[in-house]
């Protein structure tokens, strides 16, 4: 988590102190987690992302930055979360009255369409309630939160997942979920076999692309191919929109350099390089295998399948 | 926006991965689960694990679509709101006091324009009619104060032993020269946010809270009335210092303003007027400056003596639009050290406080929401998190150090917020400090 050092006292590690701290905090004995209860989930939670958040060169001992990890969490959010998925009376309550509503305004929001919006939240929120028993065993959605990002991000991205899931199934051969769990990504929209492209305008291009920030590409694919706005992505990334745009001038110049640079690097001469980059490729066949996916996507994240059958539709 | 080439977009789009060549089942090439894609939305990733996301994302068309759908609605309904609390960045004073006052203000929306255009008239005003003006007001409004600074920018302004010109401190009996300087504990120093308003020209109508600011200076001996019934604490750090400079020459000097604009939305920009010293001749000035602890006037009779007052940083902040109507869907979180606010029940989230460390907690009851972070740093707003005031909580002159972790409001903080709120913050070393004075003073348990 993006916080500092802390201090030498807290260093000392005295494991149990920090736990009762961190238990007290989320206030979850209100809702009848005891404290083994939780500490459990929090070394649940500990083992599915420590490794991705701890500086293996850090000379900091792990327990503190477990510690700290856990200090960054959404401690009472969790606690409500896990004890709604535990059946916990007052939770619910509690859940209900905080969510509720906000689960269809946050459906209304992502379908734009009251009909579908009422479908998605009601079937989100039997999701998180858990009546899809599976061996009389309620299991709920909400067991799957982890206090990383607010309970109430957690269920719009939840819920944005269904919706991509549910409702975009016609535009993919498979969903989300069963890609995840077979451990592969979405296929391409168009994935034709690699035909007559300039091999030579494809390499600088993916070497200028494979040069950028994973930021940058990111802005990049979201702008150009998503089509999302300044605002949107500036959101996202937690930027002002004229930084966006300034990042996207940016870029583009850039890569129009990078591009025209490795042409000439090949033995292009200027005006042949400029004629390369300026032919309209849109119609050419698309090489697939770029040196831009061999180059990344080498560190995600852990416990997929584990969240890929959490966040997925039971159904 | 600047086109790319089309290849870009090709290359781009190919850049996912290869269908045919099934990649060996691994976490690494799974989609980031809900609470990772909700935690880069909300910045609250370390850098590394955002890199990972951004690797996926930058491939992943599906994930990008999540993201931008679980963006909460656009803020349209709170964008002067979010244009405000962003200028509510901390830039606060180590007062060894809070005010834990009610503030209601009304900001009227000045900008640098009207900023200038104040100065100037200020100024124009001082040398056109020095003899009628009696005081020009600088009255003080925002009492956010800008960071710490060293003990020894303590009393700067009575300190100055202009021996120009004893000036008579006959005329009227507060109207001499008094210069006032709350020198209670030498930690606080005096960064000012102020408005700066140019006599009643540009003088929107302020609910001045009446321990923090004194933007009343028309009343001399209002003053004296304001400052015995400010709160203990300051009281009775003003009294030495009056006495002892009452026949001082004071110098003013209005020399650093720091004006710290909130434009409509790119984060807060701090905007340093270092421009001529605003130097007041015979005119009689009475200028005030507040912050927590620390408060300075010098009222100057026009006379022969030549006085400046001089305040170091006097920080100006002009939060645009009066709030008045927020609502009562106030939301908080903490995001990335960053305390956020909601005005739509959760709906769309806007910067309200960051502060040099990184916050760890908040709570809130009504108007009241107080937050801590890393290295004892705790704030307090008692208006929705339109303004704040930096608390630090010490016992005998033992400040608290380590980082707050949790805060607890007990007990009804409501209406009178002087009334019996316990205030309970739970420390990083395990230390419980309680007040239940609205943070004056403090007991650890």
């Known amino acids: 988590m993006p916080r500092g050092g802390m201090p030498k006292s807290a260093q000392s590690g005295h494991a149990a102190d920090v736990a009762a701290a961190l238990y007290q905090r989320s206030g979850a004995a209100a809702y009848g987690v005891s404290a083994v209860q939780f500490t459990a989930i929090l070394d649940e939670i500990l083992r599915k992302y420590l490794s991705y958040n701890s500086a293996p060169n850090s000379a900091r001992a792990p327990a503190e930055q477990k510690a700290e990890f856990c200090a960054g969490l959404r401690l009472e959010e969790l606690a409500l979360a896990r004890a709604c998925a535990a059946g916990n009376e007052r939770a619910w309550q509690d859940f209900i009255s905080r969510y509720r509503r906000k689960l269809h305004s946050m459906a209304l929001h992502i379908t734009r369409d009251g009909t579908h919006a009422a479908e998605l939240a009601d079937s989100l929120f039997a999701d998180l309630y858990g009546v899809n028993a599976r061996d009389g065993v309620r299991s709920s959605k909400l067991a799957s939160y982890t206090g990383r990002g607010s309970l109430e991000g957690w269920l719009r991205t939840v819920m944005a997942q269904e919706f991509i899931n549910r409702y975009r199934k016609q535009k993919r051969t498979v969903s989300l979920d069963e890609q995840a769990e077979e451990g592969m990504q979405f296929a391409a929209a168009v994935p034709e076999p690699a035909c007559a492209s300039d091999q030579r305008l494809e390499a600088a291009t993916d070497e200028a692309l494979a040069e950028l920030s994973s930021e940058d590409r990111f802005t990049l694919a979201s702008y150009y191919l998503d089509g999302r706005t300044l605002a949107e992505i500036a959101r996202t990334l937690g930027l002002h929109e004229s930084s966006v745009s300034r990042r996207l001038d940016r870029l583009s110049t850039g890569l129009r350099k990078r591009i025209l640079a490795g042409l000439r690097a090949q033995g292009m001469s200027h005006a042949q390089a400029t004629e390369a980059l300026e032919t309209d490729v849109r119609d050419l066949q698309l090489n697939l295998r770029s040196r831009l996916t061999q180059d990344s996507g080498a560190k995600t994240f852990p416990g997929r399948q584990v969240s890929a059958q959490d966040a997925g539709d039971p159904k | ?445």
């Open chain 2, 1 to 445: 926006m600047t086109e790319v080439p089309k290849i870009v977009y090709d290359r781009l789009r190919a850049a996912l991965p290869e269908p045919a060549l099934p990649e060996p089942a691994g976490p690494e090439r799974a989609h980031p689960d809900a609470d990772v894609l909700t935690a880069f939305a909300e910045q609250a990733l370390s850098a590394t694990e955002r890199d990972g996301v951004l690797e996926h994302l930058a491939l992943c068309e599906d994930c990008r679509e999540v993201i931008a759908l679980a963006l909460p609605a656009a803020d349209i309904v709170a964008a002067p709101l979010a244009a405000e609390t962003e200028a509510v960045r901390a830039t606060v004073s180590r007062a060894g006091a809070p005010a834990p006052h009610k503030l209601s203000f009304a900001w009227p929306s000045l900008r640098w324009a009207a900023l200038a255009a104040g100065i100037a008239v200020v100024a124009a005003v001082l040398l056109v009619r020095p003899g009628k003006l009696n005081q020009a007001t600088l009255p003080s409004v925002n009492p956010q104060v800008a960071t710490t600074a060293p003990p020894a920018s303590g009393p700067q302004i009575a300190s100055s032993p202009v021996p120009s010109s004893p000036i008579a401190s006959s005329s009227t009996n507060q109207s001499s020269v008094s210069a006032k300087t709350d020198e209670a504990p030498p930690t606080s120093e005096l960064r000012l946010s102020k408005k700066l308003k140019a006599g009643q020209v540009v003088t929107p109508s302020h609910q001045t809270e009446s321990g923090m600011l004194l933007a009343d200076n028309k009343k001399d001996s209002g003053l004296a009335d304001k400052l015995s019934a400010a709160p203990s604490p300051r009281a009775r750090a003003l009294d030495a210092p009056i006495v002892g400079r009452s026949t001082e020459a004071v110098e003013v000097s209005g020399a650093a303003v720091a004006v710290e604009v909130a434009p409509s939305a790119d984060g807060s920009l701090v905007a340093r007027n270092d421009a001529p010293a605003i130097e007041k001749a015979k005119p009689a000035l009475q200028e005030m400056d507040v912050n927590g602890l620390q408060k300075t006037q010098a009222a100057v009779v026009p006379g022969p003596a030549r006085s400046q007052a001089r305040n170091m940083m006097s920080a100006v902040k002009l939060a645009p639009t009066a709030s008045q109507t927020l609502t009562h869907n106030v939301a908080w979180a903490i995001a990335a050290g960053v305390l956020q606010r909601s005005l739509d029940s959760g709906q769309s989230w806007q910067n309200a406080l960051r502060a040099d460390h990184p916050l760890l907690c908040y709570a809130s009851h009504d108007d009241d929401v107080w937050t801590g972070g890393q290295a004892g740093a705790l704030f307090h707003s008692a208006n929705r998190g339109v303004t704040w005031v930096q608390v630090q909580p010490s016992i005998k002159a033992q400040p608290l150090s380590s980082d707050i972790t949790h805060i607890d409001l007990r007990g009804d903080v409501r209406g009178d917020v002087r009334g019996p709120a316990q205030i309970v913050l739970s420390t990083s070393n395990n230390e419980i400090w309680s007040s239940s004075d609205g943070g004056t003073t403090w007991e650890k348990k």
